[in-house]
């Protein structure tokens, strides 16, 4: 395939309800080829400056119309989402480089997420409060900050998009939305069904360019009343920086390094299959990946043989075929986690599978499964947010140590606990200092409106779910004399 065929054009800017381009062409890479497949026509400096106040201008009639209306624009949206899931997936697939099948259930997270948020719109409350005397009435509500700016990474545009947008339109913000220069083209066609569901023009505007500029235009607008972010560590700082010149709140979902502790008495049948699951879906390219085992050392070496198995099984290939995993989305994404390993190596991790590109696969940026082992306590690879399909693995001696390892890093996103003992289970639940405790499960599938929460380095958010909504809006106290 040459650079040029089949490559499309897109406007990477919609603002005030309808798409533009004035900006610099950006070619989006196909991973598993390493060659263009679409074309964006970016965004510049003055259109966030247009986008936000079309969002102004249009955030007050949209936070004053009926929550019931809003929800049901919202629920027309999400069957929008659900009607076009197959082309939406397509797109989110390419794009990234995951595998058909894993764009297709993100799309469908992502539309479930939208339908949630639907049904929550108007039952959104506030508290009556008790008074000292019957002269008195206190009571609060909850208003939407205005102009939300939501600022989002490439590895999950649809769900990201979901969770950020539906409770933020919901709650009856505006919204400028600044996707992922990498890949945007998922977030931009779920854009146009909201418009078609009715969103009204200036209500949901969107940016598309490289971050440090763009992205620093947006957050550091004097006409943004809150940001979300959700991206690496060291952006978030930067973006805290930009967001305390004008004092704009900001909810930030940072990266993790989640621990998977395996005790003596797990189900191995059921364990072994989500580790595999837990750090290959989209080859690792996951905030919440489990990418740390931790296992008792008395059944290390079955545990760890298993796992080597079940990561060798995993099919690797381009996003059309019929595989488990895909490439890493860019080159500098490619070298950089292939710069991790070696440097890993070099300090005493020892590299048990892959590490190296599959078979066959000669174009694109491919990697294998790849597992090392570390001895060394506090090894710096342990502590490292490798965004690749990278596990590493240590073992303990008792319920302490297990403790110690899975805090033992900076980040505090997801912990995963296997054991049939329940009250181990509660008790590490309870011990582990992580936004999400999953047990004897890596996902949380089974429970409906579960926040995604953080801690440490992980960020400060409650993420989607039941607490969604608060999260874009701010509590009002009303005091009244009688």
């Known amino acids: 395939m040459s650079p040029t065929q089949n490559v499309t054009d897109h406007f990477g800017s919609f603002i005030d309800g309808a798409w533009e381009g004035r900006g610099h062409p950006l070619s989006l890479v196909d991973p598993a080829l390493a060659q263009p497949h679409a074309v964006i026509h970016t965004s510049t400096l003055e259109d966030v400056d247009r986008a936000v106040t079309a969002a102004h201008a249009a955030s007050r009639a949209w936070a004053r119309r009926s929550p019931s209306e809003r929800g049901a624009i919202l629920g027309t949206w999400a069957g929008l989402v659900f009607a076009n899931q197959d082309r939406l997936a397509a797109l989110e697939s390419r794009n990234v480089g995951k595998p058909l ?12 997420i939208i339908s949630y948020a639907a049904g929550a719109a108007d039952k959104l409350t506030g508290a009556t409060l008790p008074v000292r005397s019957p002269d008195y009435f206190g009571y609060t509500t909850r208003e939407p900050y205005g102009v939300c700016a939501i600022v989002l990474p490439w590895n999950v545009p649809a769900v990201l998009g979901a969770s950020n947008l539906a409770p933020a339109l919901a709650a009856g913000n505006s919204v400028v ?16 069904l909201a418009h078609e569901a009715g969103l009204p023009p200036g209500v ?33 700082r930067l973006v805290m920086q930009n967001a305390a010149q ?34 290959t879906e989209n080859a690792g390219q996951n905030c919440n990946a ?49 710069g991790i390993i070696g440097d890993a190596r070099s300090r005493g991790a020892e590299l048990l599978l892959g590490g190296a590109r599959p078979d066959g696969r000669e174009e694109g940026y491919f990697l294998a499964p790849t597992v090392l082992r570390v001895k060394e306590a506090g090894h710096p690879v342990v502590n490292q947010e490798i965004f690749g399909p990278v596990l590493t693995v240590e073992t303990f001696a008792d319920d302490a140590e297990a403790l110690a390892l899975a805090n033992g890093t900076d980040f505090g996103l997801l912990a995963c606990v296997w054991t049939q003992d329940v009250s181990r289970a509660l008790g590490m639940a309870r011990d582990i200092t992580a936004g999400q405790i999953a047990v004897n499960q890596y996902s949380d ?38």
């Open 101 to 112: 099948a894993a764009g297709l259930l993100n799309v469908q997270i992502a539309g479930s």
């Open 290 to 338: 489990g990418s740390r085992l931790l296992v008792d050392a008395r059944i290390a070496d079955e545990v760890t043989d298993r796992v080597l198995a079940g990561m060798s099984a995993v099919r690797v290939g381009a996003w059309d075929e019929d595989v488990d995993m895909g490439p890493l989305v860019n080159a500098a994404q490619h070298d950089r986690i292939n």
């Open 177 to 192: 939305l600044k996707p992922s220069e990498v890949a945007p083209l998922v977030l931009h066609a779920m854009v146009d």
């Open 246 to 279: 004008n004092l704009t709140p900001v909810k930030l979902e940072l990266g993790g390094k989640s621990p998977q502790l395996v005790f003596a008495d797990a189900d191995l049948d059921r364990v072994v299959p989500s580790i595999v699951r837990g750090i």
């Open 204 to 236: 949901l505007n969107v940016v598309t360019g490289v971050g440090p500029e763009l992205g620093s235009a947006l957050v550091g607008h004097p006409g943004v009343n809150h940001v979300s972010f959700v991206g690496s560590v060291a952006t978030g």
């Open 445 to 482: 599938a089974g429970v409906i409106g579960l926040p995604f929460n953080m801690a440490k380095q992980s960020g400060f958010s409650s993420g989607q779910g039941y607490r969604g909504m608060y999260e874009f809006t701010r509590e009002k106290a009303v005091a009244v004399k009688l």
